[in-house]
């Protein structure tokens, strides 16, 4: 026997420390008695979470892009998320409402909690985009085309709804 072997043996005959027995190297001990099935329940899967998204406060988070014409349109969608009607109308309100008032076309945005802009792409003065407007109601309306800029003015748009 060997000199570690000979000592443990040695302790665990005399009853003291036989937790620091060596057992054999390698060798995993079983935590159960042999033969012994443990049973776990199931993992019980947690129910679905439903996550609530606020709407944007003023602060509006987009990555701008370097196209003037671009940076038109969406400080007019900036404008309307904080409900800053009189910029939006002087950015191409006035020329979206085609002869109408500013009264009327600021009321055509009451039922509009926020709007969601994506810039698609750009293309000399012609900015085309996808729109998403969550209404007061909690409904959802999507468009997608283009916006015309000149001088930094909104001078035209071809907007269809998809939803």
């Known amino acids: 026997m060997g000199a570690k072997k000979r000592a443990a043996a040695t302790l665990m005959a005399a009853g003291t420390l036989a937790a620091c027995a060596v057992p054999n190297q390698g060798t995993a001990m079983p935590a159960v008695a042999p033969n012994t099935i443990v049973i776990q329940p199931p993992a019980?899967?947690?129910?679905?979470?439903?996550?609530?998204?606020?709407?944007?406060?003023?602060?509006?988070?987009?990555?701008?892009?370097?196209?003037?014409?671009?940076?038109?349109?969406?400080?007019?969608?900036?404008?309307?998320?904080?409900?800053?009607?009189?910029?939006?109308?002087?950015?191409?309100g006035r020329r979206l409402a085609k002869g109408g008032t500013y009264a009327s076309w600021s009321s055509g945005y009451a039922t509009t909690s926020w709007t969601a802009l994506t810039v698609r792409s750009v293309s000399g003065d012609t900015v085309y985009?996808?729109?998403?407007?969550?209404?007061?109601?909690?409904?959802?309306?999507?468009?997608?085309?283009?916006?015309?800029?000149?001088?930094?003015?909104?001078?035209?748009?071809?907007?269809?709804?998809?939803?």
């Open 44 to 92: 019980v899967a947690a129910p679905p979470q439903t996550v609530y998204v606020a709407p944007p406060t003023t602060q509006t988070v987009y990555p701008v892009p370097s196209v003037p014409v671009a940076q038109t349109v969406i400080a007019f969608y900036d404008a309307i998320n904080r409900r800053d009607f009189p910029t939006a109308w002087n950015l191409g």
């Open 129 to 163: 985009v996808d729109l998403s407007a969550r209404q007061t109601d909690g409904s959802l309306r999507t468009f997608s085309g283009s916006y015309t800029v000149s001088g930094g003015v909104i001078t035209g748009a071809d907007m269809k709804r998809l939803s």
